[in-house]
């Protein structure tokens, strides 16, 4: 939970209270015992301060470290919440650390300070199902290279591997039936975890012991309308996966699969730095209030270049977004390291490594253009989303740009 990119944010004692409202909303059995924050962010620290002060039916509570907090980790607050809690505490270090450009030796160098403040608490690292070169079929499982380069001494030194896993990625695709992804037995999502397994045993023979849960997984209730898996995000769609995967965890059907499971996210998160579909993953709607048809405000994009808009039907919100944001100084640890630059093209760059959701970049050799001095892009430029006209008429401040090539689809 978190209420950090709420449009109008709830009190901390409110937001805590919303948790006891979810057996009802999501038909569970029992009260729901587990509450995980993602960072240090003053509403996060609040909520946490809420919980140890007043934990209700809270059993169970991960506090997470954000990326950007692991360089200077306040280990003084950390040994202060253990000190007070009695329940089991969990810390989780970083989250996608892989994905965003964090060197394994600090999430490593984190690990052991934790390890010698808090030493009956259990240390994870969330992962990205990303971090999965093959799924399927579930016996060629395997971790990309990268992965196993750079992370694997990681999985050696934590209590249990976290997984953040979003079935919903692949709605729409073909010869996965929606009901797949939907039915309360969860069989796509179970297949998944035992791909991870086969993965964690081909790394290490400890693979198959090492304990699994699920750190994030979730269904967005508002999306684009014309493109996959974007079309599937209504909110019908949503409860339905929100209800089937929460009894799932709850139920012995997941045993042997996971640990434990957290569900993302207990409120919608309008204001929230990222792609706009990423802010409809809510429960509840930002003010505790159940959630309807109303609730979604449609993210699909401007009317654009036609090859654009059905290929990349994303790219110009996403863009637009970035551009926005991109002096917003909370979110600079997103575009450290990045290649960033300011420039339509770097912005673009990155929604295509990062998101798939613009074309990539293309630089042609020999064919250059120099912004203030610089090498940027060539004539190829022309087929990507930072060289079409109406990006350059609105962004003129965000160079380099180069226009369409006269009779490419872009020009028309």
């Keep these: 939970m978190s209420m950090e990119w709420m ?24 009260p729901v015992q587990r509450v995980k924050t993602f960072d240090f962010s003053h509403t996060n620290v609040a909520i946490v301060e809420e919980l140890v002060a007043n934990p209700g039916q809270i059993r169970e509570l991960t506090v997470g470290i954000g990326n950007a907090d692991l360089w200077e980790l306040d280990l003084s607050w950390l040994t202060s919440v253990a000190s007070r809690w009695h329940g089991a505490l969990h810390v989780a270090v970083g989250n996608e650390p892989d994905l965003e450009g964090v060197p394994p030796s600090l999430v490593l160098h984190a690990i052991q300070l934790l390890r010698s403040a808090l030493p009956d608490a259990r240390i994870t690292v969330p992962f990205a199902y990303s971090i999965m070169q093959v799924s399927f079929p579930v016996d060629k499982a395997e971790f990309s290279l990268a992965f196993k380069e ?46 991870l397994r086969v993965a964690l045993w081909k790394l290490s023979p400890a693979g198959p012991a090492m304990p699994v849960a699920v750190g994030e997984t979730g269904w967005p209730s508002c999306g684009a309308a014309r493109f996959r898996p974007y079309s599937f995000a209504v909110l019908s769609n949503s409860q339905a996966y929100m209800r089937s995967v929460a009894r799932w965890i ?39 209030s159940l959630k309807d048809v109303g609730t979604c405000r449609s993210n699909a994009t401007e009317p654009s270049v036609e090859w654009l808009e059905v290929d990349y039907p994303e790219c110009e919100n996403d863009m637009d977004w970035m551009v926005e944001n991109f002096e917003d100084t909370r979110l600079a ?13 770097s912005l673009q760059q990155y929604l295509y490594n990062r998101w798939a959701s613009c074309p990539p970049v293309t630089r042609v050799p020999g064919a250059k253009v120099y912004f203030d001095g610089v090498r940027a892009y060539g004539e190829a430029a ?18 380099p740009n180069t226009p369409p090539l006269p009779g490419s689809r872009a020009a028309r």
Excluded at 338 to 343: C, L, Q
Excluded at 382 to 399: E, H, N, P, V
Aim: negative net charge; contains cysteine; aromatic residues 8%.
């Design 7 to 30: 449009l109008k944010p709830l009190s901390p004692a409110q937001a805590v209270a919303a948790v006891a409202r979810l057996p009802e909303v999501l038909g569970l059995a029992q």
């Design 150 to 195: 750079h992370y694997a001494e990681v999985l050696n030194r934590i209590d249990y591997v976290t997984i953040n896993i979003y079935p919903f990625l692949s709605a729409g695709i073909r010869g996965v039936p929606l009901d797949s992804l939907l039915s309360p037995y969860m069989p796509f999502l179970s297949q998944q975890l035992e791909a």
């Design 250 to 288: 709850e139920s012995s059907a997941s045993d042997g699969s996971i640990i434990q499971g957290n569900l993302f996210a207990l409120f919608d998160e309008e204001t929230k730095g990222t792609r706009a579909i990423e802010r409809s993953y809510g429960i509840l709607a930002s003010d505790g």
């Design 333 to 345: 640890e997103k575009f450290i390291g990045r290649g960033i630059d300011g420039s339509l093209c």
């Design 382 to 399: 022309a087929s990507t989303k930072c060289a079409s006209w109406r990006l350059i008429d609105k962004y003129t401040d965000r160079g």
